[in-house]
């Protein structure tokens, strides 16, 4: 029996994902479709809830993405969020003026009784992110919620089961928002909660058998939890047809490279070829400062890699990477802004000789993918193995990078490392790691001046790698590294502590 499923359609935000996120964790199958997908084609997934996310347009546009207005008829629940419910009211024959001010943070908003509030107290604080704003409700339709500065806050046909939202309930900063969505799923579309991620893996496995069958398969291996997670993934698929090319660009973490082989020649039965490369890389990296160019060299220099171990077992059509949905994101794709590129996203080289790139993870968040894993059956040791840039530690050195430099990293890095696992905070926080900055200082050790390298720890709390908090690391521990790090590791006199939040700042520091 198909499982029910609840259909995004994407009219081109930055939280859409996050919104099919959401809805997975409420145990309800979800699939995210273009605007410009058909009724028909809508019609034929059989949904049993509708839900349309914001986007930077403003439906008076003349470019504005629209929908049929037959998806009203259908009798299918509907969810409008920000400019989602602009375009429900605007199309069902409400009213949307421009704001003179655009509402953007943090807003309290007063409720009124309505399935999608039920369990809600009467009020309270939501997400804004807009520039129109809902001025009349169209025939049918009562508002149930608004602020002093939002007029309709949030509006309904109870009747026809269709609701609209001007916040955004898919973030965390809506206190109340994931309780309303639960309350659209089970009590208006009537949810069973009958899917899990092994779902998504039996669905993801069944169709690449049929793809890929008889195919010859590459796997860009890192030896992170995402390229893992794809590799085993596609392992399922096609067995033996896959080959993991483990590119051991000389930008990996302490003794990270012979990890890496030991767990995917031991533990899997995959085939596996490691390419040792680190001189070719750095020849390529010499003298280069400038994040940007670093992650377009290693991501084009990838490529090559892959394309010269593809000559050597044959013809080869499929690469397979660990992309994962923030990288997407923060990547940039269509109105969204490029924050910065990843190597297997943004950074491809123009011309590549594989007719496609596969990227089964590419709809997953990180949490997503450890579930994942976990479902695949893979030890909890690489499941929970630190987050890594696809780049490596060239985007955690900053300025140039040399081997010296690299060492550096790497000695301190592990020392950080083990500190965190030490003091048993390894799995609460989701990512933390050192960077060796440009900047050099004064300090003593002993009786002797030293100008040495300034080392900077990084450490942050997030569910999804969207938006992230600094770690509240105690202060013993972060002594014990300083003073670790500052004894045992050469060049180094100084160590500092980023407590800067995502946003403004990302995750990584290039």
């Known amino acids: 029996m198909d499982k029910q499923t609840v259909l995004v359609i994407d009219f081109g935000g930055q939280y859409n994902q996050l919104i099919a996120r959401r809805v997975r964790e409420h145990n309800v199958y979800c699939e995210v479709m273009a605007y410009t997908r058909t009724i028909d084609e809508i019609k034929a997934k059989n949904p049993v809830g509708i839900i349309f996310t914001g986007g930077p347009n403003s439906v008076y546009g003349e470019d504005a993405p629209r929908v049929s207005p037959e998806i009203f008829s259908l009798g ?27 509402e953007y943070g943090k807003i309290e908003v007063q409720l009124s009784p309505s399935p999608i509030f039920e369990g809600i107290e009467g009020s309270g604080v939501c997400w804004m992110s807009h520039t129109d704003y809902i001025s009349r409700v169209p025939e049918g339709f009562k508002i149930t919620a608004s602020s002093p500065t939002c007029p309709v806050a949030a509006c309904e046909n109870a009747e026809k089961r269709l ?70 993934l596609l392992s399922r698929a096609v067995g033996k047809n896959l080959t993991c090319i483990f590119v051991d660009h000389g930008l990996l973490r302490k003794n990270e490279g012979d990890e890496v082989e030991e767990i995917f020649t031991k533990q899997f039965d995959i085939n596996l070829i490691r390419v040792n490369c680190g001189e070719r890389f750095l020849s390529k990296l010499a003298g280069v400062t400038e994040p940007e160019k670093k992650r377009r060299i290693i991501g084009e220099e990838f490529i090559r890699v892959f394309e010269d171990e593809a000559n050597k077992i044959g013809e080869v059509d499929y690469l397979v990477q660990g ?67 696809g780049p490596g530690l060239a985007v955690r050195v900053i300025g140039e990078i040399t081997k010296e430099r690299l060492d550096i990293l790497r000695d301190a890095d592990a020392i950080f490392r083990e500190e965190i696992a030490a003091c048993g905070m390894d799995r609460s926080i989701n990512q933390y790691f050192a960077v060796i900055t440009d900047m050099r200082s004064v300090g003593v050790m002993g009786d002797e001046r030293t100008y040495d390298y300034t080392i900077a720890l990084r450490a942050v709390t997030t569910t999804d790698f969207m938006t992230a908090d600094w770690a509240r690391i105690p202060y013993d521990t972060l002594e014990r590294v300083s003073n670790r790090i500052v004894n045992e590791v050469k060049h180094v006199n100084r160590v500092v502590y980023d407590v800067t939040s995502k946003p403004p700042a990302t995750i990584e520091w290039e």
């Open 76 to 102: 299918v629940p509907v969810l409008g969020i920000c400019y989602g419910a602009q375009l429900m009211c605007h199309i069902l024959g409400g009213e949307v003026k421009s704001a003179e001010t655009r």
């Open 163 to 232: 609701y609209g939202v001007q916040f955004h309930p898919e973030v965390n900063h809506t206190l109340f928002g994931e309780r309303m969505l639960r309350n659209f799923l089970y009590n208006v579309c009537g949810c069973k909660g009958d899917w899990e991620m092994s779902d998504y893996a039996q669905r993801y496995i069944e169709a690449a058998k049929k793809k890929y069958a008889g195919k010859k398969v590459l796997c860009a291996l890192s030896g992170g939890v995402d390229s893992s997670v794809a590799a085993v």
């Open 323 to 389: 992309t994962i949905y923030p990288d997407v994101v923060e990547s940039g794709s269509g109105k969204s802004a490029t924050i910065k590129s990843h190597h297997n996203v943004g950074a491809l080289p123009d011309v590549i000789k594989f007719k496609e790139i596969v990227e089964p993870l590419r709809m997953l968040f990180k949490d997503e993918v450890r579930k994942l894993g976990t479902a695949l059956g893979i030890p909890d040791n690489l499941v929970w193995r630190q987050p890594f840039p």
